[in-house]
């Protein structure tokens, strides 16, 4: 790991550093501020409401918060013949600030997720990709997937880009 960023898990002390990440991506992507004084209480609620089946990273760059990502686990209905039910993850709100992307720090926080998925046995990791992303997944060893099914939207309602489904 470079010297220069550290990857660690986030706790519920962290929750004002990842409403801040999340206010700073949606920003970014909407190209100006956006007026919410309310985000973060919101923000603050869901953590407590997620935190349970949800694992958050950060990464840190010289000690300040650049980046996040989480992975929400699912646990499997449990089998008759299997003492322990399998886990599966999905890797959702991957977030690195703009001056700190193709340094290293993603590939770590990719590491990261998927070296506590490997140690806990997940069966699989998944993820919805921007296309943009999809060749930094397929480096961190994710490839196509052909066995899952989706249901869109029904029609008439409002309609999200495939892109937004992590945002």
Do not use: C
């Amino acid at each position: 790991m470079n010297d220069a960023f550290d990857v660690r898990l986030a706790g519920p002390e962290d929750t004002q550093l990842l409403a801040g990440l999340r206010r700073t991506w949606v920003e970014e992507m909407a190209t100006e501020a956006i007026e919410d004084p309310g985000f973060e209480e919101r923000f603050d609620e869901w953590m407590l409401k997620e935190h349970e089946q949800r694992v958050t990273w950060l990464g840190y760059v010289a000690g300040e918060a650049a980046g996040m990502v989480n992975m929400l686990v699912f646990t499997r209905m449990p089998k008759p013949g299997q003492e322990r039910s399998s886990r599966w993850g999905y890797l959702a709100n991957f977030y690195v600030r703009r001056e700190h992307r193709n340094s290293g720090l993603g590939t770590a926080m990719l590491a990261a997720l998927t070296d506590h998925a490997d140690d806990e046995g997940f069966v699989r990791v998944v993820l919805s990709p921007s296309d943009r992303s999809i060749p930094f997944y397929e480096r961190g060893g994710f490839r196509e997937a052909y066995d899952l099914m989706i249901r869109p939207q029904p029609t008439g309602r409002t309609q999200r880009r495939h892109s937004d489904w992590d945002s």
